[in-house]
């Protein structure tokens, strides 16, 4: 990739990130959510997991990329994730990894991962409104799938 291409993949990663991080403005657009986890991790060569805190009105407090991993996983602890939540006084939150291979479909450890953290985060009053799975050109949704 050219550093002319990396330049507007930054730019875009900005104006992005600006829109979703716009006080009074809640993340009502799944498109621009996408569209910045897919600049963010699409191109990983690892898996990376990462999470969107998200205030009571569901506006975005804080993106964190939390686990890196290798080509087909990356371990993950609820606790951190709970942990870093209650730190920003998050109400909600998103969880997403993208696979490497750029086939977006969940395997089944991700399905156990997302009911796990769902249980652990409703022990302190934080909701689980979506994990996505970032592909090459695909995300897929556990909320549209109603697996959350």
Not at 18 to 44: D, I, N, Y
Not at 102 to 118: A, I
């Amino acid at each position: 990739m050219e550093q002319s291409e990396l330049d507007v993949i930054q730019h875009a990663l900005a104006i992005l990130d600006s829109h979703l991080k716009t006080k009074g403005v809640a993340l009502q657009s799944p498109a621009t959510v996408r569209a910045f986890l897919r600049l963010e991790l699409e191109r990983e060569e690892s898996e990376v997991f990462a999470v969107l805190f998200l205030d009571t009105r569901h506006r975005l407090i804080e993106f964190v990329r939390m686990f890196n991993g290798t080509i087909d996983s990356a371990a993950v602890y609820p606790r951190e994730i709970v942990k870093t939540g209650l730190a920003l006084n998050a109400a909600a939150l998103i969880i997403c990894h993208n696979h490497p291979s750029g086939d977006s479909t969940p395997s089944h450890q991700d399905r156990q991962l997302t009911v796990r953290l769902k249980d652990a985060l409703a022990l302190v009053s934080i909701r689980l409104l979506d994990h996505l799975v970032i592909g090459h050109g695909e995300v897929t949704s556990f909320a549209e799938m109603d697996w959350i």
